[in-house]
């Protein structure tokens, strides 16, 4: 990507944990780009780079000011790690023109410290992904073999910036850190190792969401482990596990929730 922002989508988001969107919904920015190449991603659409419009910082904090007034519970920023540098030129604006929700950074896991350490004070929760304990597998799916540590090194961060979790008092999360990890079909394994080092770490101080919505959106021919949705037993094998290891703070998903309902149109709603 270039330094000019890419966004593909803003609107209310229905589908984050239900401190994050609630009934309200969560205002969410679908920013283009990734900084990791996960084989199975869920929004290649965007995640490529290839979707979306180019927008100014100015009109970027315009979105904000509209998504507030729309009712949204916070602002989300998914995936906008590599525009980390103009988001918070927007955010700085916004916040001058009125904008007072909690804002949300939605992203991958695999950050610098340097990113961070720049948005200190404009993010008030960490929503990182925490996808690999197993390094081989990180390269293998993710082409990030650097991925464990860094995800470490980068979840140690925004828990010293954000502190243990706080809520107002509809329940909606004000400041904190959640750890997402999505199991992936056949690695039970390296999903135990995750969450067994997210609370031997952590413990109470962030919330853990379990997720088993993994959904193969495209044929994979050369992993062909990752071309079915994880199962019923996979799923319980790690709740079982949460549980042995005494997680208490943690959101789980029930029912078929593995349904593209989660991949939202990137129509360039709320952008143009």
């Known amino acids: 990507m270039t330094d000019r922002i890419r966004a ?3 609107a209310l988001h229905m589908w984050e944990e239900p401190c994050i969107s609630g009934t309200k919904g969560s205002g969410a920015v679908f920013f283009s780009g990734c900084s990791l190449r996960c084989i199975f991603c869920q929004n290649h659409e965007i995640a490529a780079g290839k979707a979306g419009k180019e927008i100014s910082e100015e009109r970027l904090a315009e979105i904000f000011l509209e998504l507030q007034e ?17 988001i918070r030129k927007a955010l700085e604006r916004a916040r001058e023109q009125g904008l007072s929700l909690p804002v949300v950074y939605n992203c991958g896991g695999y950050e610098s410290l ?16 925490f996808k690999y304990m197993d390094s081989q597998l990180a390269e293998k799916f993710s082409h990030a073999p ?57 413990g109470d101080r962030i919330y853990i969401s379990i997720m088993n919505q993994y959904t193969p959106v495209r044929p994979l021919p050369d992993y062909p482990e990752l071309n079915r949705k994880v199962t019923r037993r996979e799923y319980e094998k790690v709740l079982d596990e949460a549980v042995r290891l005494g997680i208490e703070k943690a959101y789980i998903q029930e029912g078929e929730t593995a349904d593209e309902s989660f991949i939202p149109a990137f129509d360039l709603e709320g952008i143009e």
């Open 114 to 129: 340097r990113t961070l350490r720049m948005l200190e004070g404009f993010v008030d929760v960490y929503l990182p992904d």
């Open 70 to 86: 729309k009712g949204a519970a916070n602002i989300n920023l998914v995936t906008g790690t590599h525009f980390a540098p103009s």
């Open 8 to 10: 593909a989508r803003a």
């Open 146 to 202: 650097d991925y464990p540590e860094a995800a470490k090194t980068a979840l140690a961060e925004m828990v010293r910036q954000t502190g243990p979790c706080v809520f107002d008092p509809e329940g909606y999360i004000r400041k904190g850190t959640i750890v997402r990890h999505l199991i992936l079909p056949g690695h039970t394994r390296n999903s135990k190792d995750v969450l067994r080092y997210l609370h031997e770490t952590y």
